[in-house]
């Protein structure tokens, strides 16, 4: 079982550990301000098996999006697509402006990071064509418990299982619902059994770490 985006290990011994050596560097677009490029590339040097993340765009904060926090997001996706690094994305209030600057940070045919997964993603369907355009997972998360999360719950229902993960977000060992409780709760809403969930995860999650995609946009 993959928590597939904590920032802590939950030390459940039931996950299986495909995130030893699998740490993930990168600038939160809350701290656009302290981005230090070669930081992240002496990092990314010394750590062959990390990635890069969480990265990405932010209107929880400010309903703009700086100048400042996109230039800073889109020169962490061109050290990961240098490094060919996986990437996770953050994109709370603004996941289609997301999607857009990675599309405009690499034009058709070039080089990209091999694979990104989409961390608390909650918009609706209309953009999950364009993430499996480039490689991209959604990962499920607490949020699917909450009954009353129609929304939610309906695109967790929807999400085609090759891009499917699960994750916590946990911030502390212990805090909040287990990966499994989460796992359950997905089962039940997609009407499939947890064993058959739990292997399709845990390979997705394979991939995306692996970043077996095809690199390209």
């Known amino acids: 079982m993959t928590d597939a985006h904590a920032h802590v290990s939950c030390g459940d011994p039931s996950i299986r550990e495909f995130l030893v050596g ?11 301000a302290e981005y230090d490029e070669g930081s ?23 309903r703009n999006v700086s100048d400042s926090m996109r230039n800073v997001f889109i020169a962490q996706l061109r050290v990961a697509a ?10 709370a209030k603004c996941w289609g402006d997301v999607v857009k600057t990675i599309q405009g940070t690499f034009p058709k045919g070039s080089k990209t990071p091999p694979s990104f997964l989409f ?6 369907g209309g953009l999950v064509g364009d ?18 999360a129609v929304n939610y719950r309906r695109l967790a229902a929807e999400i085609p299982g090759r ?10 060992a212990g805090e909040g619902p287990s990966v499994a409780e989460v796992m359950a709760e997905l089962a039940r809403v ?8 739990e292997a399709q995860t845990d390979e997705n999650a394979r991939v995306f770490f692996e970043g077996r995609g095809n690199g390209n946009i």
């Not at 240098?82 to 994109?91: A, D, I, S, T, Y």
């Not at 961390?119 to 609706?124: A, L, M, N, P, V």
């Not at 891009?163 to 502390?172: A, I």
């Open 22 to 32: 699998r740490d993930f560097f990168g600038t939160h677009p809350w701290d656009a």
């Open 40 to 62: 992240l590339v002496a990092a990314l040097e010394a750590n062959p098996a990390a990635g890069v993340g969480e990265i990405g765009l932010d209107r929880l904060r400010d």
């Open 82 to 91: 240098m490094f060919g690094r996986p990437v996770v994305l953050h994109g």
């Open 119 to 124: 961390h608390g993603f909650s918009r609706s």
């Open 131 to 148: 993430i499996a355009k480039l490689n991209g997972f959604v990962s499920i998360g607490p949020s699917i418990l909450n009954d009353h």
């Open 163 to 172: 891009m499917l993960l699960v994750e916590t977000d946990r911030t502390k």
């Open 190 to 197: 997609r009407g499939v059994g947890m064993a058959e969930l």
